[in-house]
């Protein structure tokens, strides 16, 4: 009885000298409970999202419901906004989802566009916090700020439906604008799932550019301390996406709204986070449990407990280089000059990379052919030595003597 005593008092003092902070840990919730986000400007937009548009799969009433809420907030703002429905087909029937599109009064025939855009669909579980309440929340704080500003540019906010399906909004909103449309816009920017990844990436082209540098540095000027990059050009580029037939392979890095207006010739800079330090290439975290992209972790409870600020900071980042390259005058002359800057379509046409190979192929078979021919005609001249030398050779008298 006494070991007994002994060793429940050994235990109890044991745990005694455990700080508390150690079973606090294993608590949910726990950065949610015990901290205050609402220094973050963003965290009440993202929030409020989050709690009034919980479920927004494409197709769906909570899709719907959403996109009302995002053409009442652009209007608060002070905004023109409209609601466009198109129809798709899902599991065997016809859908409707829905692009939210605002735009500041003031414009002018002579100016140049600049699109925003991010998608507000998610999947069917968790309540994609991060893919793409974050996106939708750097848009929103970017057209609070925009809409009492001035700018250079005619400015339109898009938020897309249907994303998750095959960038379903954007394709439609690109393939009802006119080729004037079309050409007027000088650069669209992309926001997709920029809050859980290990990094905030930038990317234009597969090759440098002023443009996309501009935005890494202006993002890298940030009171934070918090760095951003440009997407690795030889990292991530995803070949044959999903046999739509619509996108070439290039800008497929993040599968993401941006293919749609790149695919038409239109310059596009996308913001995303991740990790391209990993063994295989793209990942969303190093960290395993923090890659929680289409599962039910993507929530705004999880990403807090597992960054805490770091999970708001980059929204603020993201949206203040934004607001800052949109209404800074110095900015103007690498935006209008996008288009000068990319890749030219014919070099990086899958159709050109096969061709490609293909003459590779042909040319190494001709040589290939030219040399075997040459061999047997050496050696029907005399001119080779014939090796025909056998691994195994028969047994000789003399090998007795080698032992």
């Not at 703002?77 to 939210?100: P, R």
């Not at 080729?179 to 090759?207: K, P």
């Not at 209008?336 to 061709?355: G, H, N």
Request: glycine share 6%; charged share 15%; proline share 3%.
């Amino acid at each position: 009885m006494k070991k007994i005593i002994l060793i429940i008092l050994a235990i109890t003092l044991t745990l005694s000298l455990v700080p508390l902070d150690a079973f606090c840990l294993a608590q949910p919730n726990e950065i949610q409970q015990n901290k205050d986000y609402t220094s973050f400007p963003t965290f009440d937009i993202l929030n409020d999202f989050l709690e009034a548009c919980p479920s927004r799969v494409a197709g769906s009433e909570g899709e719907k419901n959403a996109s009302i809420y995002l053409r009442d907030k652009f209007l608060s703002y002070g905004l023109e906004c409209k609601i466009e429905e198109f129809q798709f087909q899902k599991d065997g029937l016809i859908a409707t989802s829905y692009n939210v599109v605002a735009s500041t009064k003031i414009t002018s025939p002579n100016l140049k566009q600049i699109v925003i855009g991010a998608h507000y669909d998610n999947v069917n579980v968790g309540n994609g916090a991060s893919d793409n309440a974050s996106g939708i929340t750097a848009l929103l704080s970017i057209a609070k700020a925009i809409a009492t500003s001035t700018t250079k540019f005619n400015i339109v906010f898009v938020a897309f439906g249907a994303e998750e399906l095959g960038m379903l909004g954007s394709l439609r909103y690109v393939a009802n604008l006119s080729t004037t449309q079309r050409d007027n816009i000088a650069l669209m920017v992309n926001i997709d799932s920029i809050s859980m990844g290990d990094n905030v990436y930038f990317y234009a082209e597969d090759i440098n550019t002023d443009y996309n540098n501009m935005f890494v540095d202006v993002a890298n000027n940030n009171a934070y301390g918090i760095k951003t990059y440009a997407k690795p050009i030889s990292k991530g580029i995803i070949t044959g996406f999903s046999g739509l037939g619509t996108y070439p392979y290039f800008q497929m890095a993040q599968s993401s709204d941006n293919s749609s207006f790149r695919s038409v010739n239109i310059p596009t800079v996308s913001i995303f986070s991740g990790n391209y330090n990993t063994a295989i290439g793209y990942k969303e975290s190093s960290v395993t449990s923090n890659n929680v992209m289409h599962t039910p972790n993507d929530t705004l409870e999880f990403g807090l407990k597992a960054l805490g600020d770091d999970y708001l900071k980059k929204i603020e980042i993201v949206s203040n280089c934004v607001v800052n390259i949109l209404t800074n005058i110095q900015f103007e002359a690498n935006i209008i000059t996008a288009r000068e800057q990319m890749v030219a379509k014919f070099w990086l046409s899958p159709w050109f990379a096969s061709a490609i190979c293909f003459v590779v192929l042909i040319v190494c078979g001709i040589l290939g052919y030219l040399y075997i021919n040459k061999l047997k005609k050496n050696a029907i001249l005399g001119d080779t030595e014939i090796k025909n030398n056998r691994i195994f050779k028969p047994e000789s008298s003399d090998d007795i003597y080698k032992l």
